[in-house]
C-alpha cells in the first residue's frame, strides 16, 4: 500500500559560503536528516528511577540501573518525544511532598538528549491521591489548581507540553471506586472542569503546549470537545487513546476517527497506543482494566501480526496532515496490564516490531543524500522536515527545514 508523505517534506535552496566568506562553488556536500519535526514518542517512566533513583531516595542496584539503562537507550534510539508520570496518587502520595526532584532528573536525562518531554496527567480521577478525599469540594478545586500551577511552573523548559486532564467523558459517571475529582466534577460540570485546569495550566506556562486527552473516540469526545471549544477554553492539541487490546483497530476505523477529529482543525496526539503481540483480550471485556490476569504471554505468531500492525498504523498515522505526534504507550511487556504491547519484550529483546519502527523512523522517513553544489554555491533539495547536519569537507553546519522559508544563507565552519 502507498501513502502520500509530501506534506511532511519541505523544499529548500541553500546557498554555502566558507569561513573565507566565499561561495562553496562545485562541491561535494552532504546532507544528513538527523532529527524529526514529527513527534515519535514513547513511555519515558522508567527515567524517572533510573535518572532519579527509587522513591526512598536510595540508588538501583546495578542490575537494575544496567536494564534501564538498556531499556530507555532503545526506546529512544528513533523516538524524540517522551510521556513522564505526574498522576499524583504517584507524584504526590503523601500531601506536600512531591516526587520533584526524581521527575525533574528524569526530565533532565531526555533534555540532555534532544528529547522532549510530555507530563501525564495533571487531573484524572484515577490514580488519584487518597489525601485529597478529606477536603470539600471546593477545596478539592483549589487543591487541583494549585497542584497545576506548582507543577507547570516548576518544570517550565524542561516539560513544556502537557496532557492537562485526562477522560473527561466518563469522569462524572466513573464508578469504580469513590474519589475526589469525580466528586468534583459531578458537580460543577465536565465543560467548567476543562475550563479550571485549562486556564490554570495556561497561568503557570503561558507558552505551552495543553491537550485534551480520552480513550473514548465517539460522538461523545466530540461533543466535549466542541462545548470546550465553544466556551473560549484554549486547547492546543486533541488528544487520542488508540488501546487496541481487543484487537486492531485496521484501515477504516483509523481513517474514521482522523477524519471526525480532524475537523476541529486541531493538531492531533496520539497519545497511547498499545497492540498486542499476544492474545487478544476476550470481546466480552468492557473495561480493559477488568482484565486481571498473573501472565500475559507474547507469542511468536502474535509478534508477527503486531509487526505488520504497527507498520500499517503508524504509516496512516504519518501520512495524515494533522497528526503531529505518535506515542507507544509502553515500550516493553508487562507494564500495563501486563499487557504484551511493547516493542521490546520482558528481557529488553528486541520484537520485529521494533525493527519495523526503527526502520520507518530512521530510514525511510529520513533524508540523506549527496549534492554538487552550483558555480553560486547554490544547492537545492527537498526533504523530511526536522534537523539536518550538512557537510563539506572538513567543515560543516545545521539548519532546520521546516518549511517557513524557501531559501537559506549558511557558512559551513
Known sequence: MSYDYSHRKSSLKIKLYGKD????AGKNIKIKHIAHEFLFASGGFDAVEYAGGNPDGTPLSQEESLFKKELLEKAFAFNNFATLPFYLGRYESVEGQPDEKRTKAAAKYFADRNIRTKGHPLCWHTAWADWLMEYSNKEILQKVIQRIERDVSAFKGLVDTWDVINEVVIMPMFDKYDNAITRLCKEIGRVPMVKEVFAAARRANPNAVLLLNDFMTTEHYEKLIEECLNEGISIDVIGIQSHQHKGFWGKEKLED?????SRFN???????NTIISGDLLPPTVRDLNDWQVDEW?????GEERQAREIEEFYSII???PKVEAMTTWCPIDGRWLKAPAGFLRLDNSEKPSYHVLKNKITKEWMTELEVNSSSEGVISFNGFRGKYEINCDSFQSSFVLDGKKDSLDLMLV
Not at 476517527?257 to 477529529?261: E, H, K, P, S
Not at 486541531?266 to 497511547?272: I, S, V, Y
Not at 504471554?297 to 505468531?301: A, K, V, Y
Open 266 to 272: 486541531l493538531p492531533l496526539h496520539f497519545t497511547e
Open 318 to 320: 504519518f501520512s495524515h
Open 297 to 301: 504471554l507474547s507469542t511468536p505468531e
Open 257 to 261: 476517527v482522523l477524519a471526525r477529529f
Open 21 to 24: 566568506n566565499l561561495p562553496l
